[in-house]
């Protein structure tokens, strides 16, 4: 992972996680982001249409930070990487598809919510993690505790985080930016409902704005 895409993240902030049922959604989809300052988009292969819904974002509006999530196999890193996707980010750690990445020039954020699964990352060399499902492990206490004894890993909490409670993971140094699915809902990307998906990135920055850190 390069030093600017995880600078970008960190100056974002927030992330949002985008389930895509159609590809040519992605395309009112990614103008939103870019129009309103959140210019990045984690689109999760939990449909078949993940590839060429990136692909046809990446090609409208290169500028966003695009990434995969629920990236499970090698094969849909490689899908992910080659429909433009900057990194892929899996929900655990699976080490055949991270030694895959790794191997291939794929950059992997992998989930962890435990102490052993953050050192066989950290033996890898990776050191930005997907601490998920963020709320379910325990939450900011868990991560807190998590964090502490591991300097070098970064954090991007994910599951269960709303804007209710980003501004106390944002608050751990160690964090990121969080991911969440509220921000555009599959059910709004469905129903076109851009003015709700507005509204959200909207008050994520009126709250941002407020945040210190
Ligand atoms: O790891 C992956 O690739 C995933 O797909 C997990 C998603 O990031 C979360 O399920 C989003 O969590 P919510 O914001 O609570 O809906």
Known sequence: MTQSIVDTLSSLKVIPVIQ???AEDAIWLGEILTQNQLPVAEITFRTPVAAKAIKLMHEHFPELILCAGTVLTAQQADMAKEAGARFVISPGYNP???????????????????PSQIEIALEKGLTLLK???AEASGGVKMLKA?????????????????????????????VV????????TADT???????????????IHSLLKTHKG
Not at 190 to 202: A, L
Request: charged share 10%; glycine share 8%; hydrophobic share 40%.
């Open 20 to 22: 895509i049922n159609r």
């Open 96 to 114: 055949s598809t991270v030694d895959y990445c790794l191997n291939n020039g794929i950059d992997i954020v992998p989930g962890i919510n435990n």
């Open 131 to 133: 601490f998920f499902p």
């Open 146 to 174: 998590l964090a502490s004894p591991y300097a070098q890993a970064q954090f991007m909490p994910t599951g269960g985080i709303s804007l209710n409670n980003v501004s106390d993971y944002l608050a751990i140094p160690q």
């Open 177 to 184: 930016a969080c991911g969440g699915s509220w921000i555009a």
């Open 189 to 203: 990307i469905d129903k076109q409902d851009k003015e709700t998906i507005v509204n959200h990135i909207q008050s």
